[in-house]
């Protein structure tokens, strides 16, 4: 009985290893040696650009940056501006890593144009009275020919986590209006999701055992889950029907630390973060039936958090070197700092001999260390 025991166990130990070992050696075991700033295409003090809140300091802790685009009737853009979810009082709720101490400081949303400099926090109107905002991962719909945008904004509320729909008017853009508060069975520890329509998403879910479960089980569970690299993460297509209800399906299972995603322009590939496995996984997308297909994966240099694409369709990935850092962080050790660091990743077309090949190749763009 002891040696079959030792087999399995080695066994496991051995698939463990073999998964998870490199992410584990490189991102949470050894501390990487970084410059105080990079930048792929030249010096980084030219090209990075520091935004603060001069006159509240509330642009602290900010978890997603979206592009909110503005089209004409030919959907050329005519103007580009930058939403930001942020929340000060992240250190003291922090539903995925703790601690959850005090839901009431809520969180901001920012929008930041690059053509005049000018930051204003965004005004919640009609924003239901006592209801938590703690905004995560969001995603906006262009606006095209002055109409407004849906916005939707994953929340990690006190009691749970939902998804709160808004709109953006272009004529009136530092105003979102509330229109409902989406909640679900499915939204365990919803993380990011990314518009397939004005009414619909896919989002990820970054957890299954969460920070939410009663007394040791909120510490000791996710712990299993996140340094176990257990594969009980997945991502899920929602659809918003014209009563406010949802229809949910499962999109994609068995992820490790499912986090960031994003859709492609044409809409036929979904990139997902891993970040227990310091992967991207992508996945070809049925636009009629939001069905997804495993497709390759990407390994990069860090605990991959948010994505998007960009005008080429090239992804940009952003993460994190070097976990134990984030923890000093978010446990508030004094004169703590968490590098990140972005690559892009883009297809590579070779020809050989008729056959045409593609393979995936990583990019670096940018290490940035916060100031």
Known sequence: ???????????????????SGRALYHHVLTAPVLPKG?????????????????????????????????????????????????????????????PMDDPDPSGDLWIYSTETGSLSPITL???????????????VYSSKAGAPSNLFVINHARENSTIEQLVLDPAQPTVATYVRTLTSPYFVAPNALTLTSPTSFYITNDHLM????????????PTIESFGGLPLTWVGHVMVLPNGSIQHKFAALGIVLANGVALTHDGLHLAVASSGLAKVHFYKRDPLTNDLTRDREVTVPFITDNL??????????????????????????PGAKAPSWAVSIRPVRRVRQTRTRKRWGTIPVHHCQPL
């Open 38 to 98: 990079y930048f792929a295409g030249g010096d980084y003090r030219d090209h990075c650009v520091v935004i603060k809140d001069e006159i509240d300091n509330r642009l602290t802790h900010c978890e997603h940056i979206i592009f909110w685009d503005h089209l004409d009737e030919e959907d050329i853009i005519t103007n580009r501006l930058i939403l930001l979810s942020c929340d000060p009082g992240r250190r003291a709720w922090n539903t995925v890593m703790g």
């Open 1 to 19: 009985m002891f040696y079959r025991l030792a087999a399995v166990l080695t066994t496991l130990l051995a698939v463990y290893v073999y998964r």
């Open 308 to 333: 998007m694409y960009d005008d080429d369709d090239t992804l940009i990935v952003a993460g994190h070197p070097h976990y134990p850092s984030v923890m000093d962080v978010v446990e508030k050790k």
């Open 125 to 139: 109107a009609n924003y239901p009275d006592g209801h938590d905002f703690h905004p995560i991962g969001m995603d």
């Open 210 to 221: 969460t920070r939410r479960l009663p007394g040791l089980l909120s510490s000791i569970f």
